[in-house]
T-cell receptor, first 110, second 115 residues
Framework: SQQGEEDPQALSIQEGENATMNCSYK?????LQWYRQNSGRGLVHLIL?????REKHSGRLRVTLDTSKKSSSLLITASRAADTASYFC??????????FGQGTELSVKP | NAGVMQNPRHLVRRRGQEARLRCSPM?????VYWYRQLPEEGLKFMVY????????ESGMPKERFSAEFPKEGPSILRIQQVVRGDSAAYFC?????????????FGDGTRLSIL
């Protein structure tokens, strides 16, 4: 079964607003990664956060990790129409393979 | 540097035929992963290969599916005697390390349609 569960499944916001997506997982992890997928394309890596890290930033992206609750969140600040995409969390447990969540479909309206 | 290259981008097969999907990893990467994505779903791991070795095939169906990553040339995912349920997008990713401590870089996928 899929390791990660994400919510919401779909999120629609106006340009300039912040978008928050959450991810929960079930087993221990080495790291957690967030990816973005535009329609018809492959996945683009956004951020990797290790199990001993609690927060990480990259530009307008902020990722948090709470290993006690087995959850992570991705915050996109000041969203743009170009941020419209599906966002996936994926967990890694030192074996190389990634276990993906079902994804959040983000729509940013101009 | 070229990214992960997959071909073909679209592949149409009739039931019972064979499908061959190719993946060339990023330059310098020796670790290749194959994932399958059904419509409206996340990616599901299929197999992890390093040059000439299968490291983890826990996500591969027991029959009809095979994968290889030869010393020379691209990685190949082969599906024999395809059925309608094989219709999906198949993504290849590569990385530079074995332990998953580096991000995986994905190709744009092969969309397989079974008539």
């Amino acid at each position: 079964s899929q390791q990660g569960e994400e919510d919401p499944q779909a999120l629609s916001i106006q340009e300039g607003e912040n978008a928050t997506m959450n991810c929960s997982y079930k087993t221990s992890i080495n790291n957690l990664q967030w990816y973005r997928q535009n329609s018809g394309r492959g996945l683009v890596h956004l951020i990797l956060i290790r199990s001993n890290e609690r927060e990480k930033h990259s530009g307008r992206l902020r990722v948090t990790l709470d290993t006690s609750k087995k959850s992570s969140s991705l915050l996109i600040t000041a969203s743009r129409a170009a941020d419209t995409a599906s966002y996936f969390c994926a967990t890694n447990n030192q074996g190389g393979k990634l276990i993906f969540g079902q994804g959040t479909e983000l729509s940013v309206k101009p | 540097n070229a990214g992960v290259m997959q071909n073909p981008r679209h592949l149409v097969r009739r039931r019972g035929q064979e499908a061959r999907l190719r993946c060339s990893p990023m330059k310098g990467h020796s670790h290749v992963y194959w994932y399958r994505q059904l419509p409206e779903e996340g990616l599901k791991f299929m197999v992890y290969l390093q040059k000439e070795n299968i490291i983890d095939e826990s996500g591969m169906p027991k029959e009809r599916f095979s994968a290889e990553f030869p010393k020379e040339g691209p990685s190949i995912l082969r599906i024999q005697q395809v059925v309608r349920g094989d219709s999906a997008a198949y993504f290849c990713a590569s990385s530079g390390d074995r332990g998953g401590n580096q991000p995986q870089h994905f190709g744009d996928g092969t969309r397989l349609s079974i008539l």
